[in-house]
C-alpha cells in the first residue's frame, strides 16, 4: 500500500514572500488613503463656492436674508476651518428721540432708542439703524445708518456716506421717530468644516487692493460676518460679529468691489509659509451685485505686497489647473 505524502506546511521562504505582499498591499492601501493636500485644497475652495450659493438661495425672498460666519482660530486668529449659518435676528423696531443732531454737518448724533417688540438689552447687538415715521405725520424710511449701542446713529462714511451726501432725519411733527434696527446675526448650525488639509487664511481674505485698509485683511479680526438681501446681492461684510460690544469698532460694511476668500494648505499656513506663494493656493471670489462666486487658481507672488496682482488675476477668473 502506498503511503500519501503529507506536506509539512509553508517553507520559510513562502511565508516571506506572502508577508512581503501583504506589506506591500497595506502600504498602498496606507498611501491612497493619506489626504492629498492639492485635492484637499480644491475640494475645499469647492465646498466654500457650495455654501455660499446655498445661502444666497436661502436669502432670495427672505425678509430678513440669510448669512453665515466664519470663524477664527490659530496664531493671529489667521485662519478659519469651520462656516457656521448666521441666525439673523428681526429687525428691532421701537421709537427714538435725538434727530436731528444740533449741528447738522455732525457725522454722528446721541438718540434715544425705545424698543417695542424687545428689550433695551438687546441694542447691544445694533449696528444699523433706519429713521422714518408712522401715523399722522407719515414719513418714508430715510437711509440706513450706521448705529453703535446703546445710543449713537452714525453716518456709514465706509459706505460713503457723507455730510454733504447724506441729510439727518427730523421729525415732521413732534420730538420722536420710529426706527428700526438691524441686529449682528448669531451663530447657529454648522455650515461646513473644511478638510482637514485645508483651511481658509484670513490674512489675504478680504477686500480691495491692500492689506493696509480696514478691509484689506480679515487676519485678527474676530469672526466675520457675511450677509445677503432678499435679491442675491451682497448685503454686509462684519468684524467681531460674536465679539464683545467695545471690540465692535468697524462699522459693517457694504461692499461694491468682490470679496475674496483665499483658500490654502493648512500645513504651508501652519508651517509659516507664504500661501500668497503657493500654486496649491485656490481663491474664491464673490461679486457683490449679483452674488456670483467662481473659483480660480492663485497665480504664486513672491512678495506679500503683491496682492493687488493676485486679486486681479482671481478676478479676472484664471480656471483652476492654469
Known amino acids: 500500500m502506498n503511503s500519501v505524502y503529507r506536506r509539512p506546511g509553508f517553507t520559510l521562504v513562502e511565508l516571506l514572500v506572502v508577508a512581503s505582499i501583504f506589506a506591500m498591499l497595506f502600504g498602498m492601501i496606507a498611501l491612497g488613503a493619506r489626504p492629498n493636500p492639492r485635492g484637499q485644497v480644491r475640494l475645499a475652495a469647492q465646498q466654500v463656492a457650495s455654501v455660499l450659493l446655498a445661502t444666497q438661495t436661502r436669502a432670495l425672498g427672505s425678509g430678513a436674508g440669510a448669512g453665515l460666519i466664519f470663524e477664527s482660530s490659530g496664531v493671529g486668529n489667521r485662519q478659519c476651518i469651520t462656516i457656521f449659518n448666521g441666525d439673523i435676528p428681526p429687525y428691532l423696531e421701537g421709537t427714538a428721540t435725538g434727530m436731528p443732531p444740533a449741528t447738522l454737518s455732525d457725522i454722528k ?15 447691544q447687538n445694533g449696528y444699523r439703524i433706519q429713521f422714518y415715521k408712522k401715523g399722522q405725520n407719515a414719513q418714508p424710511a430715510g437711509a440706513w445708518m450706521g448705529f453703535t449701542p446703546p ?49 481658509i487664511d484670513l490674512k489675504f481674505s478680504g477686500i480691495g487692493d491692500s492689506l493696509e485698509t480696514t478691509w484689506g485683511t480679515l487676519e485678527n479680526k474676530g469672526n466675520i460676518g457675511l450677509v445677503y438681501d432678499t435679491v442675491g446681492g451682497l448685503d454686509t461684510l462684519m468684524q467681531q460679529v460674536t465679539s464683545a460690544t467695545a471690540l465692535r469698532t468697524i462699522q459693517p460694511y457694504q461692499p461694491t ?4 476668500l483665499f483658500i490654502v494648505s493648512r500645513n504651508e499656513l501652519n508651517g509659516g509659509m507664504n500661501t500668497l506663494s503657493s500654486d496649491q493656493s485656490l481663491w474664491v471670489v464673490v461679486h457683490p451685485q449679483t452674488g456670483r462666486v467662481t473659483v480660480s487658481s492663485n497665480i504664486p507672488q513672491s512678495d506679500i505686497t503683491q496682492i493687488a496682482l493676485a486679486r486681479t ?3 479676472n477668473g484664471i480656471p483652476i489647473g492654469k
Do not use: E, H
Not at 448724533?109 to 441694542?123: F, I, Q, R, Y
Not at 468691489?257 to 475674496?260: A, T, V
Open 151 to 199: 445710543g449713537t446713529a452714525t453716518l456709514r462714511t465706509l459706505d460713503g456716506q457723507t455730510s454733504k451726501n447724506t441729510i439727518w432725519p427730523k421729525p415732521a411733527g413732534g420730538t420722536s421717530m420710529d426706527v428700526r434696527v438691524a441686529c449682528y446675526p448669531k451663530p447657529s448650525s454648522t455650515a461646513l468644516v473644511l478638510p482637514k488639509s485645508a483651511a
Open 109 to 123: 448724533a446721541a438718540v434715544s432708542v425705545t424698543p417695542t417688540n424687545g428689550a433695551a438689552a438687546d441694542l
Open 313 to 315: 488675476k482671481a478676478r
Open 257 to 260: 468691489s468682490p470679496f475674496f
